[in-house]
């Protein structure tokens, strides 16, 4: 690790949305204990997006291979056509909908854990049963565009850091959903090979089938979504880099509101992820910058050690027998204002029975925390903001207010203090958030009665993410997006 991975990382958002980073030791404290959150600006970008095109996102959407790296454009699902009518209000709620559901699945995949006869075999049974995914209830947040097959076939799909599955829909289809391209057809693939019943892989998969001599694979969601198909060897695309055999679920049999992805590309810690698949081809090394909303930036995903910034601070990852698909990190308390939380540091401990802890999550939008430690975090912000008006909470937030009379309104930061050192301090916009066109914004935390925490996707964006699974590191910044 190098000496700038022992400072803190202080994210700041300035006047006018622009962010700086910048390194400083604990004591010297020198980032503001407030910042300014410019509400004209941020209330602009809750209008209806402009929708992606397919023709635009391929322009940008892969890079190709550069100095050990391949790199994938990262679009929000509020900009693919099929969702960019709606109005912002309606697209809020919806999102909290399915991040509820979200959050409650995590939560049975982590407690279901315990039942399984080791670490091995809970991977492999992370891919062949009860995964649970950001397509819950069609709660994908952010899509990349890749080819599936030879010659590839463009198709949208889902992110996921706590799913060890790579699948796309596939013909013939008994029952599909909707999406946003024609579905996937094998038989017009010249690299699609069928996995045998016989082979290793088929024997990883805990609820495999088999018929006509075809693995089958069936991934069961917790709100009763599913996909249920044949697993095959394919090739995809990324831009320019092309990668051979990578284990994918062909699904005939689909169903769940998935809403205009093919599939879903797993990226969490497991073999069956394709971060996993990868292996020595990027050195078990990925980054991202989720885009910041209300913007018409585009975020990104890059694959291989050339994605690992110098300068980022880096934290060490954890690992959960219990969950080896997620990315734990460890965190030692909060900060509102400059000044830590009274907050006991054990309440975000991970045990040695895997219960508890602190989960970076893609597909979880809102940060949960304890229950003692965000009425803790809350009260202490409510205390730090006397003169914005507070009003009634909206939908799973109790901290609202009724900032439609101000251009810019200051507030206090908002810190995450993990374990070995590092200080991340959140952009305004990262914890005071829009929750209408009107300018009702709600303090962007909410409680959990369970043990874990999860800092969600909401929390992340604009932030440089990078994750070294190789040498068990996560590091935040130099950059930003």
Known sequence: MSAASALPLVLLA???????????????????????????????????????????????????????KWKLKLVHRDKLSSNATATYGHRFHARMQRDVKRVASLLRRISAGGDQDGGAAYEANA????????????????????GVGSPPKSQYMVIDSGSDIVWVQCQPCSQCYRQSDPVFDPAGSAS?????????????????????????????????????????????TFGRTVVQNVAIGCGHINRGMFTGAAGLLG???????????LGGQTGGAFSYCLVSRGTDASGSLVFGRGAMPVGAAWVPLLHNPRAPSYYYVGLSGLG????????????????????GGVVMDTGTAITRLPTMAYNALRDTFIAQTPNLPRIPGVSIFDTCYNVSGFVTIQVPTVSFYFSDGPILTLPANNFLIPVDEAGTFCFAFSPSTSGLSIIGNIQQEGIQISFDGANGFVGFGPDVC
């Open 267 to 277: 990226l969490g810690g497991g073999s069956m992820s394709l971060v996993g698949q």
């Open 14 to 68: 300035m006047a006018m949305a622009m962010l700086h980073l910048t390194f400083s030791s604990v004591a010297a404290t020198s980032y503001p204990d407030f910042q300014l959150l410019n509400v004209k600006q941020t209330l602009i970008g809750t209008k209806i997006p402009r929708p992606v095109e397919t023709s635009e996102y391929h322009e940008a959407a892969g890079v190709g291979e550069n100095q050990g």
């Open 336 to 355: 509102v204002g400059g000044t830590r939380v009274p907050v006991s540091e054990d309440i975000f401990r991970l045990t040695e029975l895997g219960y």
């Open 192 to 236: 699609y090979a069928g996995v045998s019943c016989s082979s290793s892989v088929c024997d990883r998969i805990e609820n495999s089938g088999c018929n006509a001599r075809q693995c089958r694979y069936e991934v069961m969601y917790g709100d009763g979504s599913y996909t249920k198909g044949t697993l095959a060897l394919e090739t995809l």
């Open 127 to 146: 891919f062949g049963s009860d995964v649970v995914s950001g397509m819950d209830q069609g709660s994908g947040e952010y899509f990349v565009r890749i």
